[in-house]
């Protein structure tokens, strides 16, 4: 069964369901860049919903079905403010269902070896877009978020060259 | 995963061919690396001008291919475009890496050290 299009967002103006797998991830992202709503971004917003997007759908992928396959759903709305997003599995719930804190593995003092090689996606994923929100609701992960526009990231502001 | 590398007396340069470093590719890419840098300088370079995109798991490859050159080799990286330059500012593995804009400019980095 697929899951149902998210009812918060009646009318997405995308709606893609496919297999989470790291490949399928991939070809849908080049998907969905090319399609409204995310075509029409400037390249630096787009550079912005492919990471948030591919964090989100490679973490669907490697974690929410790591015991075995699955589909997800990707829901894209204009908002004022950005995109809206939605995104719905019907994998594993995330730890005591609840969305991980994404604090940055590591620190300016961590001896090379010890430098992390993961732990860094939910990090970005919270660094870059706004009004996250995870619910599991009838055996579904359903998370919500905003990707501003504008290059008006929650914590990329005032720094551009 | 396609690497294109250059010798040099002191450096080793491997440019990655590809558009992107990401989830689907990530081993693959850290098994080239460690391929290719099998032997030669002491100082890898890596010319990221074509990768317009690098997620997290790319990101992890790229420490590991650090971690597997230390303690006798460093990686350094070259010619980072705007979305990649951005995953590196918001992790801090800016601070991490020696970091070059052109390749020209980390071959002779290398080259005086």
């Known amino acids: ?161 | 995963m396609q690497l294109q590398t250059q010798t040099r007396p002191k450096v080793i340069s491997v440019q990655v061919m590809e558009d992107r470093i990401d989830a689907a590719t990530a081993i693959q890419f850290k098994e080239k690396m460690r391929d290719v840098t099998r032997d030669g300088p002491a100082r890898v370079v890596l010319d990221l001008a074509r990768v317009q995109f690098l997620d997290s798991s790319g990101l992890g490859a790229i420490v590991a291919v650090k971690k597997l050159l230390a303690p006798d080799r460093t990686l350094e990286l070259a010619c980072l475009t705007p979305t990649v330059e951005k995953v590196f500012r918001l992790t801090r593995m800016d601070g991490i890496f020696t970091i070059h804009s052109s390749l020209e400019v980390a071959v002779a980095h290398a080259a005086s050290a």
């Open chain 1, 1 to 161: 069964m697929q899951p149902a299009p998210d009812p918060d967002l009646r009318t997405p103006d995308l709606y893609l369901v496919f297999e989470a797998d790291t490949v399928s991830v991939r070809q849908s992202l080049r998907q969905m860049l090319a399609l409204a709503p995310l075509a029409g971004l400037s390249v630096e917003d787009r550079g912005v919903a492919e990471l948030v997007l591919a964090e989100v759908l490679n973490n669907v992928a490697e974690h929410a079905y790591s015991d075995g396959g699955g589909t997800v759903s990707v829901s894209l709305a204009r908002d004022p403010a950005g995109i809206r997003c939605r995104v719905v599995d019907r994998g594993r719930a995330m730890p005591g269902e609840r969305l991980p804190q994404g604090h940055l593995p590591g620190g300016p003092d961590t001896a090379l070896e010890d430098l992390p090689e993961g732990g860094f996606g939910w990090h970005l994923i919270r660094s870059l877009c706004a009004d996250l929100a995870y619910t599991r609701v009838d055996g579904q992960n359903r998370l919500g978020f905003l990707l501003p526009t504008n290059g008006q990231g929650p914590s990329d502001n005032g720094d551009r060259s």
